[in-house]
Every structure is written in structure tokens, then in C-alpha cells.
């Protein structure tokens, strides 16, 4: 159940999680933006550290230089404070926790109200991602065909260049799945143990969608989603 603060505010707190490609940045912002959750994505979070230098960031960096996942330690360092300044506003997390040591730590901060978990083809999440493009700075994404940026290969709000990850193209794609399959697996285990996972299975964000929205809508009154809303933009 989410916890009562008072008769205003409800605090709900939900995680996404899918393979690379399967949508979680796009559908987090349309939670953020229907239903006021704060979307929280670690890719972000450890961005931001970086591009100011803090000792996580600096850290988090020589991994990602190489290619490798940040360790868990590292990164319960960095969220697991930052969650628990959010004593007032609802959010969602996208991008943590990513394995079994994340979600116990997680777990130990906080009691999730939902897990969301995105189950979509490799064929599609491979077509998906020799399309996307990324705004390095601050990780806005962008998709040739399903959401182009207004001037092609520029970035709506700096107009700086976009990019795509080498990490998107198709060989490396097999090897991230095969990695998160593994690692996700025991995670997705202890949440559907839980009762709080829910997956959703199509090759289209567009068909997914209306499921999400009508189970957060039974689960998010119309007034605290409305303030919640109101207190993030
Ligand atoms: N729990 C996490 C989250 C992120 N990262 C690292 C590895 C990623 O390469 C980088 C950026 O994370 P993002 O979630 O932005 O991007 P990804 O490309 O990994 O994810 P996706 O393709 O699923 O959007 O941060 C990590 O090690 N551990
Ligand atoms: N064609 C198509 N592209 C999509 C759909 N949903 C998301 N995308 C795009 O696919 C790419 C991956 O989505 P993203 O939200 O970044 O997934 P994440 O890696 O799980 O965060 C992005 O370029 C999105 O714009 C869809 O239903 N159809």
C-alpha cells in the first residue's frame, strides 16, 4: 500500500524495468507527465554526477568508459540518498534497481507499490534501437520514425547534435540482452513474489500504454495524481 502522509498526499513509488530499447524512458515520461511521479532514471542520475564531477561520479565514470555496469555499491551510494530526500512526492525509477544486490538494497529503503515490466521482442527492440538517437548531455531520446526530433539529427530544446550510442547497434544488442535477461531474471523473481510485479507485452509503446495508464489510474486517486502533477512542473 502506499504510505499515507496526510489527507493531501499519497506517496507512490513504482519501478520500470525492461531490456534496453523496451520503452521504459518513453513510457516513464508519460507517467511522469498523467500522473505527477517524479520519473527517476539512474542513466540520468549517474550523467549528472559526472558531468559534476562528485566522487560517485567520478567513480561510476572509469566503468562506463569501459563499457561495464557500475557496481552495486557505487550505485546504492547514489540513489538510495537521493530516494530518501523524496519524502514528499511520488516517483519512478528507470534504470534501478538492475540487479538482485540493487533490489535488496533498495528494498531495505523503501516499500515499492508497483513494478513495471516491459516484455518486448528482440526483433523490435533491435529495430528500435538502430533508430534512436540521444542528446548526450542530458539523455532525451529521440527515434527516427516513432518520435523525431523537430530538425532532423538536432535536439529539440539546445539544438546540440544527437547522437547514437555504439552500445545500440545490433551486435551489441544480443550481448545487453543476454546480460540482462540474466541479471534481471532473480529480480523480476522477488517482486513477482512480492505481488507487485506487472508485465506488459506487445511490440508497440502505443498498445502497452492504455494498460499502464488504467492500472495507475486504479491506483492513483484523480486528486493526489492532480497535485502531484501540479508540484512537478
Ligand atoms: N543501475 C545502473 C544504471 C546505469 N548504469 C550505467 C550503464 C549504462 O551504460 C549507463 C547509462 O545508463 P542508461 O540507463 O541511461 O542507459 P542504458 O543504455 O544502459 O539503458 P537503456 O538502453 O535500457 O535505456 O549507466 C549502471 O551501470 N547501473
Ligand atoms: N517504432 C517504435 N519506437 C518506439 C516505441 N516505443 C519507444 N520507441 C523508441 O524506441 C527507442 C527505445 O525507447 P526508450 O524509451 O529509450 O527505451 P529504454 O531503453 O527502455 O529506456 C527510443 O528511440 C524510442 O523513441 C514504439 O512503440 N515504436
Keep these: 500500500m502506499a504510505q499515507k502522509l496526510d489527507d493531501t498526499k499519497l506517496l507512490f513509488r513504482a519501478v520500470i524495468m525492461g531490456p534496453p530499447g523496451s520503452g521504459k524512458g518513453t513510457i516513464s515520461e508519460r507517467i511522469a507527465r498523467g500522473f ?6 539512474s542513466g540520468d542520475f549517474l550523467r549528472e554526477n559526472i558531468a559534476s564531477n562528485t566522487e560517485a561520479g ?15 555499491h557505487v ?4 540513489l538510495l540518498p ?3 530526500e523524496m519524502t514528499c512526492h511520488s516517483w519512478l525509477l528507470d534504470g534501478f534497481p538492475r540487479t538482485l544486490a540493487q533490489a535488496e538494497a ?9 513494478v513495471i515490466s516491459l516484455n518486448i521482442p528482440l526483433e523490435t527492440l533491435k529495430e528500435r534501437l538502430s533508430h534512436r538517437w540521444i542528446h548526450q548531455a542530458s539523455g532525451r531520446v529521440y527515434n527516427m520514425c516513432f518520435n523525431p526530433p523537430r530538425v532532423q539529427g538536432v535536439d529539440d530544446i539546445t539544438g546540440e547534435p544527437l547522437i547514437q550510442q555504439d552500445d545500440d547497434k545490433p551486435e551489441a544488442l544480443v550481448a545487453r ?6 541479471v534481471a531474471k532473480p529480480v523480476i523473481d522477488v517482486y513477482k513474489a512480492k505481488g507487485i510485479l506487472h508485465t506488459f507485452s506487445d511490440t508497440d509503446t502505443d498498445r502497452i500504454w492504455p494498460y499502464i495508464s488504467s492500472l495507475l489510474s486504479a491506483k492513483i486517486p484523480t486528486d493526489i495524481a492532480d497535485a502531484q502533477r501540479a508540484s512537478t512542473h
Design 177 to 182: 540482452l543476454r546480460h540482462y535477461k540474466d
Design 36 to 41: 505527477g511521479l517524479q520519473h527517476l532514471s
Design 106 to 114: 533498495l528494498n531495505s529503503s523503501c516499500e515499492l507499490d508497483l
Design 75 to 78: 550505485m546504492t551510494r547514489l
Design 82 to 84: 537521493r530516494l530518501e
Design 58 to 72: 567520478v567513480l561510476a565514470k572509469t566503468y562506463i568508459e569501459k563499457g561495464l555496469l557500475v557496481p552495486d
